[in-house]
Each structure stands twice: as C-alpha cells, then as structure tokens.
C-alpha cells in the first residue's frame, strides 16, 4: 500500500502562483511514476503533470508547458507541483497519483493506482 498526502491548495487570483506538494508514504519505489491530476466539476480527471521518479523524465500536458513545472525529492518522498500563471480554468481539484508499474501511459488515469484524497485550488478572474 502507499499513501500519498497532498497539501498547498487554495485560492489565488489570476496571474499568481501556488505550489502543491504529495508526501508518499508506505510501499514506494524508485520505479515509480508520480503523476498529479486535476478534476473540474462536471469534467472528467485528467493529467497535468507525471514524472519518473529513478530518472526524473517529466510529461505535461499542453495546457500547463510553459507555466507548470513537476519535481520531487528523493529524501522526502515528495513530489511538487509549482503552478504559476495562473488562469481561472485550472480551477479544479487536483489529485496526487502513483502509477506503481512504472508505466509510459503518464496521461491514462486508470494506469495509476494509488490517489490522494485531493486538494481544491481555486483561480479567481
């Protein structure tokens, strides 16, 4: 089992920056691939950001290149997401998943099987 623990959500006026991190905890490994995803109401889950955690390789949506950026620390089993640039439609629950295989289909959510319990950040116009 993992557990994985968000934290860093809230609510922010466009242009400004948040950073949410997802301590790991339990079963990791190095093979792991840590992905966040994001959940808008009425929308489907759908990857922003995923990384390798041995190599670092990193995947990100078209939406958030340029303006998010994913990270981790080996030492604290945590991964990052820094978000800056912020628009009103990256208002959304955001979810911390771990894809335990290690799998390449960073974007397919049902390749992750570990989530967190989510943290809403909300963008205001």
């Known amino acids: 089992q993992v557990l994985l623990v968000e934290s860093g959500g809230g609510l922010v006026q466009a242009g400004g920056s948040l950073k949410l991190s997802c301590a790991a905890s339990?079963?990791?490994?190095?093979?792991?691939?840590m992905g966040w995803f994001r959940q808008a109401p009425g929308k489907e889950r759908e990857v922003v950001a995923a990384?390798?955690?041995?190599?670092?390789?990193?995947y990100y949506a078209n939406s958030v290149k340029d303006r998010f950026t994913i990270s981790r620390d080996n030492a604290k089993n945590t991964v990052y997401l820094q978000m800056n640039s912020l628009k009103p439609e990256d208002t959304a629950v955001y979810y911390c998943?771990?894809?335990?295989?290690?799998?390449?289909?960073?974007?397919?959510?049902?390749?992750?099987?570990?989530w967190g319990q989510g943290t809403q950040v909300t963008v205001s116009s």
């Open positions: 998943a771990v894809n335990s295989e290690g799998t390449y289909s960073y974007s397919v959510k049902d390749e992750y099987d570990y």
């Open positions: 990384i390798r955690w041995s190599e670092g390789w990193t």
């Open positions: 339990g079963r990791t490994s190095s093979s792991f691939v």
